[in-house]
């Protein structure tokens, strides 16, 4: 039990343990007057607040955490903390105390936040495993005293001999023996409460894998005891049923039929059920991209099949048929352009989307429809077909043409979103017609072609980063081969080969400095500069390459400065991106390429540029604006170039 008291003036309180006391069948928290609290379901705490208690586990869970965020600064802490502590208890005890901006005016105040800080302190303590301490809440002298804690942890506690107990029929031994193996309790190790409960949502995740989709923690027994020092936690778990599947019930009506979401599913009637199946469930259903939100779950007890099977309903909630979206662009050297998109979304009821999109700028316009189909043929497979024309306005080349493609994107793997990326195999074929003016490489005549382009695809993409548009860790590579035969004058056959990585390291607890670092490489094989058109060529510069140097201004050009692209590329950048104030970042970054004439690219003619950006963060991604300039390699080029889009460069 605890003595108490709080004397009028200037006086010490000390609150300290007598005796040990066991408990059984209750939720270890922390201690009361009657020695260890503990909260039975539907029963109240001792004296110390439930609030006060999560916010203490929040605390000390948020500490040891690396990328927990901390609290926002204020003027002074509500409470001094005194005492010998090791440096990351008393972090957490800070952390649980809190700040105030308002200081100290009277006596009444202070011991006010004095009291307030020890029982924040206790809190901590006992969720950490110490429960021999003791806490001395205390005011200074004066009309105005500083408020002050003295806190002497006392040995820390540690676990030994966790058990399990099964409530009702236990489940078969392979599941019973994972959710042991799943508790992860060494004795010896600290006995904090954070672990317990832990470990009792790692047993009950373990059974729930194994297919009983029912299984629940009943209430736990923990006994505290002062004599060895020790925490020993009996969980108690009731599994239910072992649980088998049927099929699909959708019970929204909508666009979608029935039969196609039924299709889905990532099991087989009379299964036994898998948590992981029925996320599959759910993602394959967002993978489409026409609900605004989607609910995957068992069918409650009591609503089996006359077979025993239990069906997984399916809650659809569809967006708006129809889309019109707006965008725009602008850098300095490819001035300003505009892009509309009208989309209408799940036309033949099986999630499909239908677009018609628009284009117009200095470099590339445009006019297409499309078509996706997901879950073509089988799950995790896309159908994407398009067909458009399109005009092409560069320094190096201009292009007329119509074209016709079609891909189909393969996800593997159970997630979409590994971190939040995936892995995609694409395949796909083309066909363009179209006409191409230039100029002769060494005569620089005109050089006008009449050009039938049929080319394949395969591309092969890794994203392990945390977000498509702003990453801030993690990694993507990519490989891209296009097997491409040019028909028109002269028969050409080549093969157009490319490969990128890049990855992002966090710096700081807060990850608000984030390295991100790219590498490109290309090459073409078994065709020359001259029998190559331009439109085929690589080229380098612009707000997605090198920085600093308009589009196409980077690598070899003909006699009169028209960039001439070539048959490799090589290109790199380095960025260093920091979090400011909000939603306010910045970036200062170095881009080099290289273009060559032949099939492996070469460093002798490296183009570099550098720069430094403004990032203003949205819900889904940054705006990005960069201003860069030419480093080496500048050839006649504006001293800077300017570049707003959204989303990071790489």
């Known amino acids: 039990m605890f003595r108490s008291s709080f004397p009028l003036v200037g006086a010490r309180v000390a609150l300290r343990r007598i005796h040990p006391t066991r408990l059984r069948e209750g939720v270890l928290l922390g201690d009361t007057d009657h020695g260890q609290s503990y909260i039975r379901r539907g029963g109240a705490l001792g004296n110390l607040g439930l609030g006060r208690l999560v916010y203490a586990v ?11 965020a901390a609290p926002a600064r204020a003027d002074e802490p509500n409470a001094q903390i005194t005492g010998d502590l090791p440096d990351d208890l008393r972090a957490a005890i800070a952390q649980a105390i809190g700040e105030s901006e308002r200081p100290i005016e009277n006596r009444f105040e202070a011991r006010r936040r004095a009291r307030a800080a020890a029982e924040d302190a206790i809190a901590v303590l006992r969720s950490e495993g110490y429960y021999a301490y003791v806490v001395e809440p205390e005011i200074g002298e004066g009309d105005a005293p500083p408020a002050t804690v003295h806190v002497t942890p006392g040995a820390r506690f540690v676990f030994a001999d966790p058990a399990l107990r099964w409530v009702g029929e236990p489940p078969e031994p392979q599941a019973a023996e994972a959710a042991t193996r799943a508790l992860g309790l060494a004795p010896g190790r600290p ?69 196609w979401v039924q299709r889905l599913a990532p099991w087989r009637s009379g299964q036994t059920y898998d948590p992981d199946d029925v996320a599959e469930l759910e993602r394959r259903l967002l993978d489409a991209n026409v609900y605004e939100s989607v609910t995957v779950a068992l069918a409650p007890v009591g609503e089996e099949t006359p077979d025993g099977l239990r069906p997984i309903v399916v809650s659809l909630a569809e967006r708006r048929p129809r889309t019109l979206e707006l965008g725009g662009s602008y850098a ?110 060494g005569t620089l005549t005109p050089l006008g072609r009449d050009i039938v382009t049929a080319a394949g695809l395969l591309d092969l993409a890794l994203d392990r980063s945390d977000d498509p548009l702003d990453p801030r860790r993690g990694w993507r590579v990519s490989a891209r081969a296009e097997p491409t035969l040019l028909t028109g004058e002269v028969t050409v056959p080549y093969l157009r080969l490319q490969a990128q990585g890049s990855g992002y390291l966090p710096i700081g607890a807060r ?67 920091h979090d400011v104030l909000g939603p306010w970042g910045v970036a200062a970054f170095v881009d080099g390429g290289a273009i060559g004439t032949d099939q492996l690219p070469g460093f002798d003619d490296l183009s570099i540029g550098a720069g430094v950006g403004i990032r203003y963060n949205l819900s889904f991604g940054p705006i990005r604006v960069d201003f860069a300039t030419p480093v080496k390699k500048r050839r006649r080029e504006a001293p800077f170039q300017v570049y707003v889009s959204i989303g990071q460069s790489f």
Do not use: K
Request: charged share 20%.
């Open 58 to 68: 929040a605390a000390s869970a948020a500490f040891c955490t690396p990328l927990a």
């Open 191 to 259: 006995g904090r409460a954070p672990d317990v409960i832990a470990a009792e949502g790692r047993a009950v995740a373990a059974v729930q894998q194994l297919g009983y989709a029912d299984a629940a923690a009943q209430p736990r027994e923990v006994v505290v005891d002062h004599a060895d020092t020790t925490v020993r936690p009996t969980f108690r778990i009731a599994s239910g049923p072992l649980v088998r599947l049927d099929g699909i019930r959708l019970v929204t009506r909508g666009r979608t039929r029935t039969g």
């Open 332 to 441: 300095t050297a490819e001035g300003a352009g505009l892009e509309a998109r009208w989309t209408r979304y799940n036309l033949l009821r099986r999630a499909d989307t239908v677009s018609l999109m628009g284009r117009a700028s200095n470099v590339d316009s445009r006019a297409e429809a499309s078509v996706a189909l997901p879950h073509w043929m089988r799950p995790t497979q896309t159908l994407t077909a398009t067909a458009g024309a399109y005009r092409t306005r560069t320094d190096a080349f201009d292009e007329t043409g119509v074209g016709i493609r079609a891909d189909v994107q393969r996800r593997f793997g159970r997630s979409l979103f590994s971190f939040i990326g995936g892995s995609y195999l694409t395949v796909g074929a083309s066909l363009d017609l179209s006409r191409t003016n230039e100029l002769r490489v």
């Open 511 to 577: 990850a608000r400095t984030v390295l991100a670092g790219r590498l490109r490489v290309g090459s073409i094989v078994n065709g020359t500069i001259p029998q190559i058109p331009a439109s085929r060529r690589f080229f380098a510069g612009g707000g997605g390459s090198v920085r600093g140097f308009p589009y196409q201004a980077v690598g070899p050009r003909l006699a009169d400065n028209t960039p001439q692209g070539g048959a490799s590329l090589l290109e790199a950048s380095a960025e260093v991106r």
